[in-house]
């Protein structure tokens, strides 16, 4: 079944595209950890030492950021609505934490100390975001 959501595009598609692109491109697929980026710098900033903190990647498609935030010394999961995506991410990464919801039914007991949206919101209606920001927060 295919997932459609907002401006209803289809992240299922999407998946063949990136893998196929960057292999055939010889590009990497999963980001790796920059030790150094402006991103790790000022998420230090504000969070110190980012070992073992708690990284909620919420939208997390296949999982194209893990090696960049596990990298940093996160605790990463993630949330993607996509169940294709979280069966590649697995593929990739089968000891990782890839949860297959909707991120307004996101339901965690447990906390994080920062929740990671990459290129997700933009993709989401009005009455979406006001589900998904609650959630979230």
Sequence with gaps: MINEFGD???WEKHIKEVLD???LKG???FYPYQPGSDIIQ???KYMGDL???KLL???SFIGRWIE???GAGFDYTAVEQSSEAVKVALQ???NDRFINKMLWDIDFKEEFDIAINMAVLQHNTHEEKRKILPRIY
Aim: hydrophobic share 20%; proline share 4%.
């Design 8 to 10: 209803g595009i289809s």
């Design 21 to 23: 692109g960057h292999r």
């Design 27 to 29: 590009d990497i697929i």
């Design 42 to 44: 000022h998420m230090q």
């Design 51 to 53: 070992k073992g903190k």
């Design 57 to 59: 990647d919420c939208g």
């Design 68 to 70: 960049f935030y596990k």
């Design 92 to 94: 990739y990464h089968p």
